[in-house]
C-alpha cells in the first residue's frame, strides 16, 4: 500500500514549470515526503524530501500544505531530461523501517 | 565513479536455473536494500541490511530467495530454481541510515529475463 495518489500521467512544455501534484492524507506526524524519480532504463533518484517547511535544492522545490496532506513537486524550466516516472513516497527515518514504499508514480512527459 | 553499481545488468536463464546478482554499495553506506521491478509498477521492497545484518524481509521474498551481506560490504540476490515470474529488474540501493536524511541511492538494476 502506497498510501500516496498521484496522477498517472502529466504533459508539459520545455522550458516551462511543472508542477506535480502528490495526495498522502492519511501520513502520520513523523513520516517524511521524499520524491525520486525514474528515467528510462535506469534506477530511481532522489530528487528532494521534506517534513513540514517547503524545501528547494538544485533539482527542485518541495511545497508541502499547511496540514501535510498534500504535497506538490515543483520542477522550475522542464528540460527534455526531465522526463521521467516521478514517485513521491512517505517515509519515516531511523530504526528498522527504512524501505521505501513506491507506488506507481506520474509519468512526465516533455515536449519540446 | 563511486555510485552502486550492480552486476551483472542483464541476465537471461532457463527456467529452474539458479542466479546471482551482486550489488556494491556506496563505500560507508551501512544501509543496502534490494528492490524488484516489473514493467510499469513502481520499485517493490524485497529486503534490507543494517551492515552484515539482515533486519527485513517483505512477503515478496519467497524461499527461493535469499540474500547475503558478508562483513556489511557488497551483498548478493541468489534466486533458486527460477520461474517465468521472476523475470523483473533488480535493484539495489544503499543508504548511510543517518536519522537526518536517509537518502538512499539506487544502482542501475539487473535485469532478468526467465524462459
Known amino acids: 500500500d502506497a498510501k500516496t495518489t498521484q496522477p498517472n500521467s502529466m504533459e508539459s512544455n520545455e522550458e516551462e514549470p511543472v508542477h506535480l501534484p502528490c495526495n498522502h492524507s492519511?501520513?502520520?506526524?513523523?513520516?517524511?515526503i521524499h520524491w525520486y524519480r525514474q528515467l528510462p532504463s535506469q534506477g530511481p533518484e532522489y530528487v528532494i524530501h521534506?517534513?513540514?517547511s517547503n524545501v528547494n535544492n538544485r533539482m527542485a522545490s518541495l511545497a508541502i500544505a499547511e496540514d501535510r496532506k498534500s504535497s506538490t513537486l515543483i520542477l522550475h524550466r522542464a528540460t527534455l531530461r526531465d522526463a521521467a516516472v516521478y514517485y513521491c513516497?512517505?517515509?519515516?527515518?531511523?530504526?528498522?523501517?527504512?524501505?521505501?514504499?513506491f507506488g506507481k508514480g506520474t509519468k512526465l512527459s516533455v515536449k519540446p | 565513479d563511486t555510485g552502486v553499481s550492480q552486476n551483472p545488468r542483464h541476465k537471461i536463464t532457463k527456467r529452474g536455473q539458479n542466479v546471482t546478482f551482486r550489488c556494491d554499495p556506496i563505500?560507508?553506506?551501512?544501509?543496502l536494500y534490494w528492490y524488484r521491478q516489473t514493467l510499469g509498477q513502481g520499485p517493490e521492497f524485497l529486503t534490507y541490511?543494517?551492515?552484515?545484518?539482515?533486519?527485513?524481509k517483505s512477503r515478496l521474498l519467497s524461499d527461493r530467495f535469499s540474500a547475503e551481506r558478508p562483513k556489511g560490504s557488497f551483498s548478493t540476490l541468489e534466486i533458486q530454481r527460477t520461474e517465468q515470474g521472476d523475470s523483473a529488474m533488480y535493484l539495489c540501493?544503499?543508504?548511510?541510515?543517518?536519522?537526518?536524511?536517509?537518502?538512499?541511492?539506487f544502482g542501475p538494476g539487473t535485469r532478468l529475463t526467465v524462459l
Open positions: 540501493a544503499s543508504s548511510s541510515g543517518t536519522l537526518a536524511g536517509d537518502t538512499q541511492y
Open positions: 492519511t501520513i502520520s506526524g513523523t513520516d517524511y
Open positions: 521534506g517534513l513540514t
Open positions: 513516497i512517505r517515509g519515516r527515518y531511523g530504526g528498522s523501517q527504512g524501505n521505501l514504499i
Open positions: 563505500s560507508e553506506h551501512n544501509r
Open positions: 541490511f543494517q551492515n552484515e545484518a539482515q533486519l527485513e
